[in-house]
């Protein structure tokens, strides 16, 4: 079945104690992107990554970081997670940047206390 | 960073109504897409739309691009309770074939 596999699906933190959110996607996109979900913001993008050893800052990037190793893996990285950074995580891919739509994995959800 | 104005932000309905929303940005868009995310899942595409003035549909959803490019509608009619979710607009620019979100409609229906 084609997916976009993220873990894991919940996460409680403290501050501080470095994370990574993994990402996979089993459909051989080119493209991958991180989102993050807020009540009242709707999606708003993290960084992307147009191929292997190709990323990019979205939106609102600070205090993250991306991976792109691997054509199939994209894991997000919070080295000094804050209680802002407290909120539900989309991982997406596509064929390509202008591709039709997105794939999105099923969230993370954390929670930086 | 740019986002699209969706309205409403939420609706609460009786079963059976039409359902209407709609989204609008100051850019102009070669591309609107329409998403749904149920509870506890990531969106899911429902519909694409790719030419001003463009009408398609899926099922008891249509949606339209705006003839001005800058926005877009979502209808949904006789709404059943599986319609509950979050309906996101998304756009792609012409410039930097980005995806920019909306901020989400969510839609509640009650038997």
């Known amino acids: 079945e084609a997916q976009v596999t993220q873990n894991p699906r919940y996460l409680i933190t403290v501050t501080g104690k470095k994370l990574t959110v993994t990402c996979s996607q089993n459909m051989n996109h080119e493209y991958m992107s991180w989102y993050r979900q807020d009540p009242g913001l709707g999606l708003r993008q993290i960084y992307y990554s147009m191929n292997v050893e190709v990323t990019d800052k979205g939106d609102v990037p600070e205090g993250y970081k991306v991976s792109r190793k691997e054509k199939r893996n994209f894991p997000l990285i919070l080295e000094s997670p804050s209680p802002n950074q407290t909120s539900l995580y989309f991982c997406?891919?596509?064929?390509?940047?202008?591709?039709?739509?997105?794939?999105f994995g099923s969230g993370t959800r954390l929670t930086v206390v | 960073g740019q986002q699209l104005n969706q309205s409403p932000q939420s609706m609460f309905i009786q079963e059976g109504e039409d359902v209407s929303m709609n989204c609008t940005s100051s850019s102009i868009f070669n591309t609107w897409l329409w998403y749904k995310q149920e509870p506890g899942e990531g969106p899911v595409l429902l519909i694409a739309l790719y030419k001003a003035g463009e009408l398609t549909s899926n099922g008891r959803l249509t949606a339209q691009f705006g003839i001005t490019r800058k926005d877009s509608f979502l209808n949904i009619s006789a709404s059943i309770p599986s319609d509950v979710g979050i309906y996101f607009c998304?756009?792609?620019?012409?410039?930097?074939?980005?995806?920019?979100f909306g901020t989400g409609t969510r839609l509640q229906v009650f038997p």
């Open positions: 998304a756009g792609r620019t012409y410039n930097t074939d980005k995806l920019i």
């Open positions: 997406a891919s596509s064929l390509s940047l202008g591709g039709e739509g997105y794939t």
